[in-house]
């Protein structure tokens, strides 16, 4: 099974960008969607972000869509999320997983990371 190692997080003032690694070893991604996830303290975890290994093709949710942009490199076997705009309400700790097909929720996801923890001071 695939092991997810996120990287990248940290504090950064709004308006600010900042971008978060998924980086994958055990196995590669192919054939599988990678997402991302948020979970601010009290909430449930949240789709944010993904993209399928094979092919590219992204989607996003509403919250993110053109703020956030997700990306891959295949010899880094690893996944991207470039997040411009920042808010403080994407306050989050931010998760990777993989799932084998399209969807936002995130019980289908497997190999979570541990997260990477991302603040966004006003």
């Known amino acids: 099974q695939v092991q997810l190692v996120e990287s990248g997080g940290g504090l950064v003032q709004d308006g600010n960008s900042l971008r978060l690694s998924c980086a994958a070893s055990g196995r590669t991604f192919d054939g599988n969607y990678v997402g991302w996830f948020r979970q601010a303290p009290g909430a449930e975890r949240a789709f944010v972000a993904a993209?399928?290994?094979?092919?590219?093709?992204?989607y996003y949710s509403d919250f993110v869509k053109g703020r956030f942009t997700v990306s891959k490199d295949n010899a880094e076997n690893t996944v991207y999320l470039q997040m411009n705009s920042l808010k403080p309400e994407d306050t989050a700790v931010y998760y990777c997983?993989?799932?084998?097909?399209?969807?936002?929720?995130?019980?289908?996801?497997?190999?979570w990371g541990q997260g990477t923890q991302v603040t966004v001071s006003s």
């Open positions: 997983a993989a799932s084998a097909y399209r969807t936002q929720k995130a019980d289908p996801y497997h190999s």
């Open positions: 993209i399928r290994w094979s092919g590219g093709y992204t």
